[in-house]
C-alpha cells in the first residue's frame, strides 16, 4: 500500500510539472494565501504558472500581489493585480480584461514592471496604470492596445513606455497623463508610436506627456490643461483637439504642410525641432511661439513666428 501511494504522489506531481511546463491554462484560485502569485497552493492545478502557461484570474475583491517576476504567455484578467517591488510581469501572447475591475498596476518604485515581448494585443475593457518607472516592449514587440483599455500615468513623478529597437506600439484605446507633477513618456528613438483610428493620446490637468520617438496619428491627440510635447519624427499632426495648456514640437516635422489653427491654438517650438521641406501656416489667431531653438530648412514661412532665442 505504501508503494502504492508513493507512485500515486508521484504521478500526480509529475502531471502538475506537465500542466506547467506545457502549456495547459492555469488559473487563480488563491485557496493559498489567497494574495502572492509565489504561492504554489494559489493556484490550479498546484504549481506557478510560466512562460508557457495561459493564465486566468478570475473576478475577486482582493488584489493578487506579483511579488517574483513570472514569465507567462498570457493573462486573462478579471480583477486587480499589483506588480510589487522591482518585480517584472511579462506576457509574450496578450492580455484579456474581462471587465472594467480589471486593473494592472505597475510597482511605485521606479523600477520596470512590466514587459510585453513579442506581438501580441491587450483587449477588453481595463485599465493599465503605469506608476513611477517604466513598462518595456521588447523582443521585437508589435503591441496594441484595444479600444477598451486605457494606459495611465500614476503616481507623482515621470514614467514612461520604453521602445527596444524595432518594436511598434499601436493605440486604439486611451493614453493619458493627469495630475500636476505627473508625466508619461512615449518611446524613444528605438521604436514606432501609431495612434490608429479612435485612439485617444490625452494631456490632462497640469500633466505632461511626451512622444518621443517616431509617430503617427489618426485618431485625436487632446490637450486638456495639460503639455503635450511632440518629439521623435512625424509628417502630419492629425487631430488635435484643445482646451487649455500647451502644444509643444520637440522633434523633426517633414511633412508638407504644417499649420497652427484655431483647434490646436498656438503651438509652441521647443527643444531642437526641426521643419525641412515644409509650409509653415496657421489660421484662427494662432501663431508658432520659439522656446528652445528650431531650425528650418527649405521652409516657406506663411504664418507668425515670434519670440525665444531661435528668431
Do not use: H, K, Y
Amino acid at each position: 500500500m505504501a508503494v502504492l501511494r508513493a507512485v500515486l504522489v508521484a504521478a500526480v506531481a509529475f502531471l502538475t510539472f506537465i500542466a506547467t511546463a506545457f502549456g495547459q491554462p492555469v488559473a487563480w484560485t488563491g485557496a493559498g494565501d489567497g494574495t502572492s502569485w509565489n504561492n504554489p497552493n494559489n493556484w490550479s492545478p498546484v504549481g506557478l504558472p510560466g512562460a508557457t502557461n495561459d493564465v486566468t484570474i478570475g473576478a475577486g475583491a482582493t488584489a493578487v500581489n506579483v511579488n517574483v517576476s513570472p514569465s507567462i504567455r498570457s493573462l486573462t484578467l478579471g480583477r486587480t493585480v499589483d506588480i510589487t517591488g522591482c518585480n517584472i510581469l511579462n506576457t509574450t501572447n496578450g492580455v484579456t480584461f474581462t471587465g472594467a475591475a480589471g486593473i494592472i498596476n505597475t510597482s511605485p518604485l521606479g523600477c520596470e514592471s512590466l514587459r510585453f515581448t513579442g506581438t501580441q494585443s491587450v483587449t477588453g475593457t481595463g485599465v493599465i496604470n503605469v506608476n513611477v518607472g517604466t513598462m518595456r516592449l521588447s523582443g521585437g514587440a508589435s503591441l496594441t492596445l484595444g479600444a477598451g483599455v486605457q494606459l495611465n500615468s500614476g503616481g507623482s513623478g515621470g514614467t514612461s513606455i520604453v521602445f527596444e529597437a524595432g518594436t511598434t506600439l499601436n493605440n486604439q484605446g486611451t493614453i493619458r497623463a493627469t495630475g500636476a507633477g505627473r508625466s508619461l513618456t512615449v518611446g524613444n528613438s528605438g521604436g514606432t508610436f501609431n495612434n490608429l483610428a479612435g485612439g485617444l493620446v490625452s494631456a490632462e490637468s497640469s500633466a505632461t506627456l511626451s512622444i518621443a520617438s517616431q509617430w503617427t496619428n489618426a485618431g485625436t491627440f487632446n490637450i486638456n490643461g495639460g503639455t503635450l510635447s511632440l518629439g521623435g519624427s512625424f509628417t502630419t499632426l492629425g487631430t488635435v483637439t484643445r482646451t487649455g495648456g500647451t502644444l509643444e514640437f520637440t522633434g523633426a516635422f517633414s511633412g508638407p504642410a504644417l499649420t497652427a489653427t484655431a483647434a490646436t491654438g498656438s503651438i509652441s517650438l521647443g527643444g531642437n525641432f526641426s521643419a525641412t521641406g515644409t509650409a509653415i501656416g496657421a489660421s484662427g489667431g494662432s501663431s508658432f511661439i520659439i522656446t528652445g531653438n528650431p531650425t528650418f530648412t527649405n521652409v516657406t514661412l506663411g504664418a507668425p513666428v515670434v519670440g525665444g532665442p531661435g528668431c
